[in-house]
């Protein structure tokens, strides 16, 4: 029984936390805003993951996702949020698409590399170009309405927050049924045997190439929903650190499975913070420290950590009866 529920009622648990906690402490809305924002950033680094493919440049998509929101914004007088978001999302899976048609030729490190290559060239342009992007200062993101009403700042993030929420659980079993598709199968097999996909007449260039877009399309959502929640974007959107950032948290959650990208979001987002009030000067040893125990402890990430003590648990019931 305990198994059962540490496996299947884990994450309406976690979901029941997050609709009440704002309710409890409201203080830690935004704090949960920005961590369901990144979430779906890093449940598109798990996607690749799928694949063995591991993308230290995906903050390129997170910026342009970003900056593009905030030159909709600036163009439409603050404009509606879902079309904000959507721009977003488009902009990414464009990008995405073009520069992904050179990239899937690649596997492994030079994949890596190679994102990581796009992502600080984008960094780059944000910096130098300082009259179209505002260069270190960033720009500002005007408050955009929603369904056509202008709200204040307090309503609006109750909005942003619980619309936050349904995105990203509608985003979590988006690309769980995804990957359990015959694409997302495929997908699979360019880690465990790339070989046979292609003796099998499928081309696994084309397969990782529309996981590519779909994890740049998560990726970009993430990187507008972000804009919108802080009202401001800068070049460290597109900064190595954060792609890196978002893997660090894949690991932390279970890059083994989509749930983890929320469980690793939430964990690793009130860490940081806390860490950072409670010890300024030694906040990036605790993450690492974090991280470290999981590695060594529980390679499957969190998700599998209460998989794992769950099992345990229902073993040791069935042999007491």
Known sequence: MTFHLSKRWLPLLIVLLLVIAPLVAPSTKVLLILALAKSLAVLGVIVLLQAGQVSFGHALFF???????????????GGEIVLTLLAGVVAASVVALVIGLFIVRYRHIFFGMLNLAASMIFFSFLEKFYYITGGSDGLSVPRP??????LERGAFEWVLFYGSLGLVLWALAGTHRFLTSPLGQMM?????????????????RRVLLAGYVLSAALCGLGGALMATAQG????????WIRSGEFVF????GGAGSVNGALVGALAYEFVKTYAAAFAADVWQLVLGAVLLVVILFAPSGLIGLSQTLGTR????????E
């Not at 309405?145 to 202008?150: C, E, F, K, N, P």
């Not at 648990?313 to 007491?320: I, K, L, P, S, Y």
């Open 63 to 77: 910026a342009i996702a970003a900056y593009g929101a905030a030159f909709l914004g600036r163009s439409m007088g």
């Open 145 to 150: 309405t929603v369904l056509g009403m202008a």
């Open 188 to 204: 699979r097999a360019i880690k465990t045997n790339e070989v046979r996909l292609e003796y099998l007449g499928v081309s696994s």
């Open 232 to 239: 401001i974007v800068t070049p460290e959107y597109a900064w």
């Open 249 to 252: 948290i894949a690991i932390l």
């Open 313 to 320: 648990r229902w073993v040791q019931e069935e042999g007491a």
